[in-house]
């Protein structure tokens, strides 16, 4: 059964990178355009050394950015569901701040703050808090009138209902939320590296497409997925402890 269960999984995939190798076999694509699966492996350790701090700068912008996101997000929420007026407020704003392309605001936040860390953090936040805080806050809404009732029957406060109903039935909705952005993460530090920096997934990505180095790019795009993929689990294994599935 657990076979079967990881067929099911991961057989798409399985069937996709055959398909990639047998389409570089049979030369149906240049192979400087497309390198194979293996040929980018081998690629990958090759620069195993110079990607590994690469990676590690990545990695710690994604997630201290989407720490901050979780903090920010979890408040807001709170103060959007007590204060009417601070929902009224808010809401336009963090619909606005989606629409808004993150190729086009990461520019503006280099320029503003430099080629450190601090930009990509801002632009990481800027993505992530909005399906944090927007989760939460419907969690929040969807609980049981029932279960409201009955705490104010008891004369309990706002944060009382909070802490003992409102957060605890919330949580399956903030993992959703969680999920999201933490894919969220990774993808938006590599698209703010692109734009400067010293070290970082995007900043090599950019080095290797100016000298045409596809294999490296393909190297590089099978990390950011693998890390990716590392990150959601780690998120699947925290929800499974804390809601006890």
């Not at 903090?71 to 336009?92: N, S």
Request: hydrophobic share 55%; charged share 10%.
């Amino acid at each position: 059964m657990k076979v079967k269960r990881w067929i099911n999984q991961w057989g798409s995939l399985i069937i996709v990178v055959v398909i990639w190798e047998l389409v570089s076999f049979f030369g149906l694509v240049p192979k400087f355009l497309l390198p194979s699966f293996t040929h980018v492996l081998t690629v990958l350790f090759q620069e195993g050394n110079i990607l590994a701090m690469h990676v590690l700068t990545t990695l710690v912008e994604a997630l201290i950015g989407l720490s901050f996101s979780v903090f920010l997000a979890g408040i807001l929420a709170v103060l959007m569901d007590k204060y009417h007026c601070v929902h009224t407020f808010m809401m336009p704003l963090l619909l606005v701040s989606q629409t808004i392309p993150t190729v086009a605001l990461a520019p503006l936040l280099i320029l503003w703050f430099g080629y450190g860390m601090m930009p990509k953090i801002i632009l990481i936040v800027i993505v992530c808090f909005f399906p944090l805080t927007m989760s939460l806050l419907n969690g929040f809404k969807q609980i049981d009138e029932a279960y409201l009732n009955m705490m104010n029957s008891f004369h309990a406060s706002y944060w009382q209902i909070m802490k003992y109903v409102k957060f605890p039935f919330a949580l399956p909705s903030f993992f959703s939320g969680l999920k999201v952005s933490t894919s969220y993460a990774i993808i938006s530090a590599v698209i703010a590296e692109w734009l400067g920096g010293d070290s970082g997934l995007g900043v090599y990505m950019t080095r290797v497409r100016k000298s045409y180095a596809f294999d490296k790019m393909f190297a590089v795009i099978i990390l950011i997925s693998l890390f990716s993929l590392i990150l959601l689990w780690g998120v699947n294994r925290i929800e499974r402890f804390v809601l006890q599935k």
